[in-house]
């Protein structure tokens, strides 16, 4: 398996709910990512978790509140966004993670968010 | 041809053309340069990947060049297909900075027929 899977495809979400992005990867990568991408615009990192740990926050609002809970899961709980943070959100992976190194990142094909 | 704006960039090629995408990055200290190819309702894909310690490198029909001079990168892809209609985006990284991969503004390419 060498993909990594996001569900669900397509989300439309009030600013009062509270949901959640899936990404999963079984290719034993130990590092992963979400970033946001507007449309026309190149993606922006948000989190990266490396073995399991997450390892940067990029300045991201607590509305956003990402969980690893094994290596092969990365969520993204949502909870009282705005209409400006409606995205395709990309999750990625990557063999390794951490400071040392470079690895080649893998992404899924995104959640497209749309908040109302 | 090529045009910018307040539009994502984009270059038209004629299919069986070569063409040369280009990129200026940011940090004179990145190191580390890597070319994706997005295509429309899909995540970011590796194309081509350069250190700064070479000018060139060379895949299956497409090579990119670097420039550290002037902080420039370029994706040239040979014979261009209808398959290569996507945004490319060049992304840098500099070492010690882990997996921060900051991406370029992107290029729309359009394969003529």
């Known amino acids: 398996d060498t993909e990594v899977t996001q569900t669900p495809k397509h989300l439309v979400m009030g600013m009062t709910n509270k949901k959640s992005l899936k990404c999963e990867q079984h290719?034993?990568?130990?590092?992963m990512y979400w970033y946001k991408q507007k449309a026309k615009k190149p993606p922006e990192l948000m989190f990266v978790?490396?073995?399991?740990?997450?390892?940067i926050n990029e300045s991201v609002p607590s509305r956003f509140s990402p969980e690893c809970p094994n290596s092969s899961l990365l969520n993204l709980h949502l909870h009282a966004l705005q209409p400006e943070d409606s995205a395709l959100y990309l999750c990625?992976?990557?063999?390794?993670?951490?400071?040392?190194?470079?690895?080649?990142?893998?992404f899924g094909p995104g959640t497209r968010l749309l908040v109302l | 041809g090529e045009s910018v704006g307040l539009h994502l960039p984009t270059l038209s090629v004629q299919e069986g053309d070569n063409s040369i995408i280009n990129c200026a990055y940011s940090n004179s200290a990145s190191d580390y340069f890597i070319w994706y190819k997005q295509e429309s309702g899909k995540g970011p894909q590796f194309i081509i990947d350069?250190?700064?310690?070479?000018d060139k490198r060379q895949g299956q029909r497409v090579t990119v060049l670097l420039n550290k001079t002037v902080k420039h990168l370029s994706l040239q892809i040979a014979a261009t297909q209808p398959g290569d209609s996507a945004v490319y985006f060049c992304a840098e990284n500099m070492e010690g900075y882990g997996q921060n991969f900051v991406f370029g503004p992107g290029t729309r390419l359009s394969v003529l027929p």
């Open positions: 350069i250190r700064s310690n070479m």
């Open positions: 978790y490396s073995y399991e740990k997450l390892s």
């Open positions: 290719m034993g990568h130990r590092a």
């Open positions: 990625a992976s990557s063999p390794q993670g951490g400071l040392a190194g470079r690895w080649t990142q893998y």
